[in-house]
């Protein structure tokens, strides 16, 4: 244990110093706007969203994008979302609300509404959003600008992660470090398998997306705007992920059950639907968040700070990035503690369940399974 503990450490250097290197490399969003921009659709699905819908949607409105439409997909809603937006489009004619009734077979809810709103968005460049994301005002103009400077065919947007209670503090804090090591964004613009994307903000030229074939491909990933970064990957388009700052700002969770409510989804489909990978990855993400404390507690200081100095330094660098507390570092041992635990409940949900349950539908985990991507 005391040596599978000190290689755990060293485990930790290195994810403190990748992160130090990805956070230097990342850009920010930058502040000039080109004066002739191309139509842009935004596309917003929502199911039973009532409660963020409004306050997301009115951050929307008061963009200052020249060229834009809105397109809202009310996915089977059984309270007032669908209601709400049709409202707004009453009030704003660059919005269309178009209502999911029924969800046909082999599709998730969320890529369905999507490829759905796809088929009627009308825009040169199409983003893709969540119904609880606020904008500033021209957080769109500058993205664009940046995706066509450069070249992009789709740009990724890391947004501001609004936390409220101590644990979404802790949890974000850990989960983005974490996120940064796995997955590598500031490679995404790189030749090689690096990819990226971003709920809250994919932003993809249109002949791009619909030359992939769209979410047509991705009907069954959970982890949709992954799935997507890599598909476009693949198929040679560019990429790139940018920081947003305050431009783009979402509540990932509200509070610790909500943490575990969204991973019970998402945890089980990113381990791959592997039984043994989600044991392993549980055992080595405990492990790795408390073996500084194991090796305090077996006298070893000189590691037992090392490793925990590492999660103080990761938790720093959170509070650069994400204007989180620069205190979440110390409380990565129990973060860690709280994430194993959700990725073995998500484990084992999905597998006790035979599939998924999210906004109340079912999906088989058979053919979630069967429909991943290699």
């Not at 381990?271 to 080595?284: C, D, K, W």
Request: charged share 15%; aromatic share 10%; net charge positive.
């Amino acid at each position: 244990m005391t040596a599978l503990s000190i290689l755990a450490v060293l485990a930790w250097v290195v994810v403190t110093l990748t992160q130090a290197l990805v956070g230097r490399r990342l850009q920010t969003l930058p502040g000039q706007v080109r004066t002739q921009l191309p139509r842009l659709s935004v596309l917003v699905p929502a199911c039973n969203e009532q409660s963020t819908l409004a306050a997301a949607l009115t951050s929307l409105l008061a963009v200052n994008y020249p060229n834009l439409e809105i397109v809202l997909v009310n996915d089977r809603s059984t309270d007032s979302t669908g209601d709400l937006m049709e409202s707004l489009a009453a009030s704003d004619p660059r919005v269309q609300v178009v209502h999911v009734r029924q969800l046909p077979p082999g599709w998730l809810g969320k890529t369905h509404a999507l490829q759905v709103a796809s088929r009627v968005a009308g825009g040169d460049w199409l983003l893709f959003t969540d119904a609880d994301v606020h904008f500033e005002p021209d957080a769109l103009s500058r993205a664009v600008t940046l995706a066509l400077d450069q070249q992009l065919d789709h740009l990724c947007l890391g947004p501001r992660l609004v936390c409220g209670s101590f644990w979404e503090k802790i949890f974000v804090a850990l989960f983005c470090t974490a996120f940064l090591f796995r997955y590598r964004p500031d490679l995404a613009a790189r030749p090689g398998p690096a990819h990226v994307g971003v709920g809250a903000f994919n932003l993809v030229r249109a002949s791009a997306y619909r030359h992939t074939g769209g979410h047509s491909s991705l009907a069954l990933q959970v982890l949709d705007d992954m799935e997507l970064g890599r598909l476009l990957k693949q198929r040679g388009f560019r990429q790139a992920f940018v920081g947003a700052g305050s431009a783009v700002r979402v509540r990932w969770a509200v509070g610790l059950s909500g943490q575990v409510q969204v991973l019970e989804k998402n945890a089980y489909a990113g381990l791959g639907y592997s039984i043994p990978v989600a044991l392993g990855a549980t055992a080595i993400t405990v492990g790795a968040c408390l073996a500084p404390l194991w090796l305090a507690w077996k006298g070893l200081w000189g590691w037992a700070c090392l490793g925990y100095g590492c999660m103080l330094v990761c938790g720093l660098i959170s509070w650069i990035g994400l204007a989180l507390p620069p205190w979440t570092g110390l409380f990565y041992p129990l973060a860690g503690l709280v994430l194993g635990w959700v990725m073995l409940r998500s484990c084992w949900l999905c597998e006790r369940q035979g599939g998924i349950v999210w906004r109340g539908t079912f999906y088989d985990l058979r053919a979630l399974r069967a429909h991943r991507l290699d």
